[in-house]
C-alpha cells in the first residue's frame, strides 16, 4: 500500500504546484490536491509507531 501512496501524494503536490503557476488559477484543484497530500501523509505516518508509548496501568492522579 505505501507503494501506492507515495505516488499519488507526489503527483497531487505536482498539480497544486502546478495549479499556481497558472495563469487561470483554480482553488478547487489546489484545494482537493491539499487534501489528497494530507490524507496520504496520515496513511503513513498512522504506521509510525510513538516514541514515548504510555503505560495503562499508571495512575496519574
Do not use: C, H, W
Not at 496520515?42 to 499508571?58: C, G, H, I, W, Y
Amino acid at each position: 500500500m505505501k507503494k501506492l501512496v507515495f505516488p499519488i501524494m507526489f503527483i497531487a503536490i505536482v498539480v497544486a504546484f502546478y495549479e499556481q503557476t497558472a495563469a487561470d488559477k483554480n482553488v478547487y484543484v489546489t484545494v482537493i490536491a491539499m487534501a489528497v497530500f494530507m490524507f496520504g501523509i496520515m496513511r503513513l505516518s498512522a504506521k509510525t509507531p510513538s516514541k514515548n508509548p504510555q503505560k495503562e496501568d499508571e495512575n496519574v492522579d
